[in-house]
């Protein structure tokens, strides 16, 4: 069966310094990924989503980018957080469309990011 | 564009309860995918149910049962006999047939008190 991690689960950072969550996907191949985000208020926002290696698709412009250097491998970053940036993030997997699990976004445990 | 609309912000009922949680779509896509999603306060979104738009019957599973109507854009989500395990936050979302993007309402926060 397939599975989802990332890291860390938890994070506190100072404005200013760098950011690097990491996500991988166990089980499947070629799946498609994505980095969303909840901030307060619970509303989820897609930031980047991703069909294969070195393929990004940013939603929303922003202090953050996203890179893929492996087909399972998802990574969220930043050069310097702003305080804005504070948030539950979550990455996650679906299959190929059209596909069993092609419609189906699966969800990691998510990585809570305090700026302070 | 589409959107998804939860308007119960908050649900608060007594365990044994029924209770039906809303939601409604708006979409241009002929083919789409409706989901709901729980999150439990650990913050992890649990995968509950995937609907076809072309597939309106209704499905149930033990005590979640979920009616799919595409005369009102609707799809809504019961919970027979609540249990204190199922306070969480509830969202729906709706996948177009051509891409791979959710769109998520703003979720529905159920507390189920002993």
């Known amino acids: 069966s397939q599975t989802i991690h990332q890291w860390p689960a938890t994070l506190v950072q100072p404005v200013g310094s760098p950011l690097s969550l990491e996500c991988t996907v166990e089980g499947t191949s070629n799946p498609n990924l994505y980095w969303y985000r909840q901030a307060a208020g619970r509303g989820l926002q897609l930031l980047f989503y991703?069909?294969?290696?070195?393929?990004i698709s940013s939603e929303v412009p922003q202090n953050l980018s996203a890179s893929r250097p492996q087909d399972r491998q998802f990574i969220l970053s930043s050069k310097k957080l702003l305080l804005s940036d504070s948030g539950f993030y979550l990455c996650a997997w679906s299959g190929l469309l059209g596909t069993g699990t092609g419609n189906t976004i699966y969800f990691g445990e998510g990585s809570w990011l305090t700026v302070v | 564009a589409q959107k998804v609309t939860q308007a119960q912000t908050e649900i608060s009922v007594v365990e044994k309860e029924d209770v039906t949680l809303d939601c409604v779509y708006e979409?241009?896509?002929?083919?789409?995918?409706l989901f709901w999603y729980k999150q439990p306060p650990s913050g992890e979104l649990v995968f509950l149910i995937r609907?076809?738009?072309?597939?309106?019957q209704n499905e149930i599973s033990g005590r979640y049962s979920w009616n799919f109507q595409k005369s009102t854009s609707s799809f809504n989500f019961t919970i027979t006999a609540s249990q204190v395990v199922d306070s969480a936050v509830y969202f729906c979302?709706?996948?177009?047939?051509?891409?791979?993007?959710?769109?998520f309402g703003k979720g529905t926060l159920l507390t189920v008190n002993p």
């Open positions: 979409t241009r896509d002929t083919t789409y995918y």
């Open positions: 979302a709706l996948c177009g047939g051509s891409n791979y993007k959710l769109t």
């Open positions: 609907r076809n738009s072309f597939d309106e």
């Open positions: 991703s069909v294969g290696i070195g393929q």
